[in-house]
């Protein structure tokens, strides 16, 4: 079954450490994203990808980074500077960046802090 | 810029109707709607595009009103599996999504 995976499902951040999210897709979806979500905030977009080698800053950027090296896979890294990163975390993809496009989401990584 | 989703939440008994909603300052595109479970991914609901039509999956229907910047999620009927956060996303360029409407249906 096609679909998206996030891994892991639960991740621990010490201070002053950097973690890195996955998410697979074989869908052969153009487009990629991270969301981040907190309690009460909906749904808030972190980055996005149309395209292999081609990422944009999203609502959130800060204190995140991305890659977009290959199709299937778009990683987040979570680093020092994102001072407040518990929050679920959500990636999704859709066939293109299109308004009529509905977006795939995987489970979810849910990141604390230790 | 996040759309603006009302009420907040919303009690209903099996079987009982309900209406939420979505609206936004900007000129919209199309309208994306998702449910999600506590603790669970998102799930795509429908897509209304420019038009003022309306689409439905289940006993759920949807419309959409361009010239109001609007949106509308009916619940018909509602069953307890129909529980959960309903998330409209508004395109503009991209998605932005509200924060949500939290739907508890009862026995």
């Known amino acids: 079954d096609g679909g998206i995976t996030q891994s892991p499902k639960y991740l621990f951040r010490k201070e002053g450490q950097n973690v890195t999210l996955s998410c697979e897709q074989n869908?052969?979806?153009?487009?990629m994203y991270w969301y981040r979500q907190d309690p009460g905030q909906g749904l808030r977009l972190i980055y996005y990808?149309?395209?292999?080698?081609?990422?944009q800053k999203g609502d959130i950027a800060e204190g995140y980074s991305v890659s977009r090296e290959k199709k299937e896979s778009f990683p987040l890294t979570v680093t020092s500077a994102q001072k407040n990163p518990t929050a679920f975390y959500l990636c999704?993809?859709?066939?293109?960046?299109?308004?009529?496009?509905?977006?795939?989401f995987g489970d979810g990584t849910r990141l604390s802090i230790l | 810029q996040q759309p603006v989703q009302s009420p907040q939440a919303v009690i209903l008994r099996e079987g009982e109707d309900a209406v939420i909603n979505c609206s936004s300052s900007k000129a919209l595109y199309s309208v994306h709607w998702y449910r999600q479970k506590h603790g669970e991914a998102p799930v795509f609901l429908m897509i209304l595009l420019k038009g003022g039509e309306q689409k439905g999956h289940e006993k759920i229907s949807a419309s959409f009103n361009e010239k109001k910047q609007q949106s509308s999620l009916y619940l018909t009927a509602s069953q307890l599996s129909y529980s959960g956060t309903y998330f409209c996303?508004?395109?503009?360029?991209?998605?932005?999504f509200g924060k949500g409407n939290q739907v508890v249906v009862i026995p």
């Open positions: 990808s149309q395209i292999v080698n081609d990422f």
């Open positions: 996303g508004t395109w503009n360029n991209r998605l932005a």
């Open positions: 869908l052969n979806h153009d487009a």
């Open positions: 999704a993809s859709s066939i293109g960046l299109l308004s009529n496009q509905p977006q795939h």
